[in-house]
């Protein structure tokens, strides 16, 4: 049987998630200035967005090898944010579980954070 304090995490992880609609994260994502962030449109912040995770803040996905993929962006724990399952460089210095809630102040950061390195959105 679980531990009652984990269920009691994920229940408040789960309620804390947000899917947001497409026009209401353009708008977000424009406020939060991404609209041309690294050379990339509001249009291919949206795609990415809702092709990573349909616009889903609590979305979540664990790899075979341990490592894991969390928020809106999929945000990799390998290389951006550490989740204490698999090795990180953590180079977003923030723990996985921030980005699964539906402020997703975090999350720009950290995609900012990654657009900036040579591959830009090809890091995803």
């Known amino acids: 049987m679980g531990s009652p304090l984990l269920l009691l995490a994920l229940l408040i992880v789960v309620t804390k998630a947000r899917v947001f609609r497409r026009r209401e994260l353009a708008h977000v994502l424009q406020e939060e200035g991404l609209d041309g962030y690294g050379g990339y449109s509001l249009a291919h912040w949206l795609c990415m967005a ?3 995770s349909t616009f889903n803040t609590a979305a979540q996905s664990i790899k075979a090898e ?4 969390y928020g809106i962006f999929q945000i990799s724990s390998q290389q951006w944010c550490t989740d204490d399952r698999s090795p990180s ?3 977003c210095r923030m723990a996985c579980r921030d980005l699964l809630s539906s402020n997703i102040t975090d999350d720009f950061i950290c995609a900012k954070r990654i657009v900036r390195n040579p591959q830009g959105m090809d890091a995803w």
Do not use: L, T
């Open 89 to 91: 460089d953590n180079r």
């Open 66 to 69: 341990g490592s894991g993929d």
């Open 50 to 52: 809702f092709y990573e």
